[in-house]
């Protein structure tokens, strides 16, 4: 009796098994929110129709009291001459029923430059209506930098190794700063061997607060500072496509020469720009980029390093190459001035004393190093046979015979 008891337990317990799988069998399933696929296809269809300029496609998918705003910046695309542009949509946050707001990764190449895209992060507000979403707000995600065209109307001249846009410039500045970046590049490629893109592009904004907004950054930190190269380092051919920044303010009080070496220093970063990695410290990217500006102008060691100059004048020449803190933007301009100064004077030194080819070979080998740590020893050792501690006598030899 026992057994048979237990029998038909077990056998309650599997009709009872079997009455809650049919059960939740039929249950039907919650069904996925349709939205986050309407608005991709949406914002594939803006894409499309900006590529392709067509102005009433584009229009079709915006709220009409947005609609204005959205199509002053459409119309100054027009001079920018884009090969892509893309939405990945990375959240949808419901506000409502008929309202939701995005967060997109939005990503463009401008043609004949841009081998990678350049990506910032905005925030879309859209509405439904009668089963149509309509974007009614597009805005900079919290710390993301504009884009130019968000600024002003664009105007472009296109350089013949150059593309330089602006917001609010004169066309003849424009032009000018054309120049001097095609003549930056074949003087950057002539101490750079290796293959980059050989082109570069230049944005000048309207004012210093303007560049701060292209950065994403606070204007005053950059005070002072003439020009920018923004990019990923170490990201190879396909990273995100490096822009020049120029702060028009900064820029505009130097003479011919300062507009010149400032365009060839940045032309420098884009040209090295897949091969620098975190393991590069600072003082040799931007003192290389130094040299290669300096190079061949017949600019001696006084002309180019003053403030360094009169540091040994009063006695107090550095004991050590300049740590990365020394270059951070807003610190005091002077020990920043020395801070480039001294990592041009450590390139020049290699240059003189071992030859170009063995600075530009240090550089590769520093950058290649798999961490920070240990690659400028490794790379004395193995490029210039040389120790730390030597390398650094060496460098402060060098400075005070060139400044003293």
């Known amino acids: 009796m026992a057994g048979q008891g237990c029998g038909a337990t077990r056998r309650a317990a599997a009709c009872l098994l079997t009455v809650l ?21 949406l914002l594939d269809r803006h894409a499309r129709a900006l590529l392709a300029r067509d102005e009433a496609a584009y229009a079709v998918g915006l709220d009409p009291a947005y609609a204005p705003a959205a199509l002053r910046e459409f119309d100054r695309l027009t001079e920018v001459p884009l090969a ?10 419901r506000q409502d029923e008929d309202r939701a707001t995005v967060r997109a990764e939005v990503s463009h190449r401008i043609a004949g430059y841009d081998s990678g895209p350049v990506t910032t992060e905005r925030v879309l507000d859209l509405t439904e209506r009668e089963g149509r979403w309509y974007v009614t707000g597009d805005r900079p995600a919290e710390g993301a930098a504009q884009q130019l065209w968000q600024q002003g109307e664009v105007d472009a001249v296109r350089g013949g190794r150059s593309l330089v846009l602006g917001v609010g410039q004169p066309e003849e500045r424009l032009k000018a700063i054309a120049a001097a970046a095609d003549r930056a590049v074949p003087a950057v490629s002539s101490a750079w061997p290796g293959t980059w893109a050989g082109r570069v592009v230049v944005l000048v904004p309207a004012s210093l607060d303007a560049m701060g907004g292209l950065l994403g950054a606070p204007a005053a930190s950059y005070r002072g500072i003439a020009a920018v190269t923004t990019g990923e ?23 011919d020469f300062g507009q010149q070496m400032v365009l060839t220093h940045e032309t420098t970063h884009v040209a090295t720009r897949a091969t620098t990695s975190a393991s590069t410290p600072v003082w040799l990217s931007e ?10 102008t017949g600019r001696t060691a006084a002309q180019a390093a003053p403030e360094l100059r009169r540091a040994v004048k009063a006695g107090d020449g550095p004991s050590a190459l300049p740590d990365d803190k020394a270059f951070a933007f807003g610190s005091d301009p002077d020990a920043l001035a020395r801070a480039y100064e001294g990592g041009w004077l450590a390139c020049a030194l290699i240059a ?37 501690e030597e ?6 030899d060098h400075v005070r015979e060139r400044l003293a």
């Open 21 to 41: 799988l049919a059960v939740a069998g039929c249950a039907a399933p919650e069904a996925a929110d349709p939205a986050p696929q309407e608005i991709s296809a």
């Open 84 to 93: 892509s542009w893309g939405y990945r949509v990375q959240e949808v946050e």
């Open 233 to 255: 380092v170490g990201g190879g051919p396909d990273a995100p496509a490096d822009r020049v920044i120029v702060n028009p303010e900064a820029y505009g009080v130097l003479g």
């Open 287 to 296: 003192g290389f980029a130094d040299w290669v500006a300096y190079r061949g």
């Open 352 to 388: 003189e004393r071992w030859g170009e080819a063995k600075l530009t070979a240090f550089y590769r080998a520093v950058s290649a190093h798999p961490q920070r740590e240990g690659a400028v020893e490794k790379a004395l050792a193995d490029v210039l046979d040389a120790t730390p």
């Open 391 to 396: 390398f650094t006598a060496a460098w402060r």
